[in-house]
């Protein structure tokens, strides 16, 4: 009995692959075996450096919340105790945006943690 090697299936699938290749430079975007490689890596790098920004931007946001602090005459840490013991439930992400885009309004939060606590 001759070999059925599902022929259509695998072309469709291969004919994916590169259509999915599109903007990769040279054999990546021409040859399956290579295209079918830099998808896979692309894949992995894609969600890795997703992980890799979200630190990154927790860091810019703790940075910017520290520069701010200080320039009140406080530290940072203890303005995080502070403002935990105020029941000021307010995340990194907003501070470090409020104390960046309104500073007004963040020095207001820094008087109100500091009067709390």
Do not use: C, H
């Amino acid at each position: 009995m001759p070999r059925a090697t599902n022929a259509p299936a695998s072309r469709a699938r291969r004919k994916r692959t590169i259509k999915a290749s599109k903007g990769y430079r040279l054999r990546r975007s021409k040859l399956f075996r290579y295209a079918k490689d830099a998808q896979m890596k692309g894949k992995y790098w894609s969600y890795r450096d997703r992980k890799v920004r979200a630190r990154n931007m927790r860091a810019l946001w703790i940075t910017r919340l520290t520069a701010a602090v200080r320039a009140l005459g406080a530290t940072y840490s203890r303005f995080i105790e502070a403002l935990k013991k105020a029941g000021i439930e307010v995340d990194r992400k907003i501070l470090s945006d409020i104390a960046v885009k309104e500073p007004q309004v963040f020095n207001e939060i820094f008087k109100a943690v500091q009067a709390k606590a």
